[in-house]
């Protein structure tokens, strides 16, 4: 493996920092080393330096440099307990106040995973809101959106493929049976599901998602914890542009936005912390 010199960390860590506002930590030469090792044989680099200076100006370039360096690490009903508030108490309250619509309109939810990695998560709320609304579902416009820095990433959530290891440790044998269809190997999320879900490749540090609209529930796990503190406030700002004023936002179980954001409420039900928009 070709080692990398305290020079070329900076110039990798602010580059990355730049572009996608991951902060590495301590292990940054090794997650350095280890994760883009692959990419400069790729591009026949024989040092940091020099796969830098290739490569820099080009998008695509970027793109695998930042989709290598992030943790994509993430599961189906992940952390379990935000699932089981949004099936028991979030969303049976919005079907309620909702399900009449207007006379023209169908009754409408929206919901927005950001930082969705490869799609398990808006997989799994897709799950829950047919488990709920069964025959339902058809009255309703329901779109999940899933956005993701990485290219890798959004492609593989589009396709709702996924090996029967990912799948069976983390959905239920009933819901594997009757949301997953058998593909080769694989195991395909069933049409009507992959139906509610949109995926977009989005930087949530420059993009504006509020510009696809404004959201009823909003995820957003596991990705605020790569940011500093500036680039976290950014963060929950857009959030909170996002979020309808009943709307609720759900963060990672061991990520807190104290001192963070002042544009939230802390509420608590089914033993899972959830956030809403304080009053603006
Ligand atoms: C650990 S995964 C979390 C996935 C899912 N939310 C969960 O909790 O299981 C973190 C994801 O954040 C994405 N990410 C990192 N920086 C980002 C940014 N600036 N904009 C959008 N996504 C980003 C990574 O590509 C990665 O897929």
Known sequence: MISITPEEVTLFAEFIHARSGIVLNSTKAYLLESRLGPLLDEYGAKSFAEF????????????????????HETSFFRDQRPFELLRAKILPEFFSKRQNGSKTIPPRLRIWSAACSTGQEV?????????????????????????DISDVAVNKAKQGLYTRYEVERGVPLDLCRKYFESQGELLKVRHDLQAMTVFNKTNLLT???????????????????????????????????????????IIGSTESILGISDRFIRNESCNTLYFQKAGE
């Open 52 to 71: 830098f200076y290739a490569g820099y100006r080009s998008e695509e370039w970027e793109a695998r440099v930042v989709d290598a360096i992030s943790t």
């Open 207 to 249: 993009a504006a998602p509020a510009g696809f609209g404004m959201y009823d529930i909003i995820f957003c796990r596991n990705v605020a914890i790569y940011f500093n503190q500036e680039n976290r406030r950014r963060l929950f700002q857009t959030i909170a542009d996002s979020l309808h004023s009943e709307g609720v936002l």
């Open 123 to 147: 997989y799994s709320l897709a799950m829950i809101i047919a488990e709920l609304l069964g025959g339902e579902m058809k009255r309703w416009h329901i779109t999940i959106t899933g956005t």
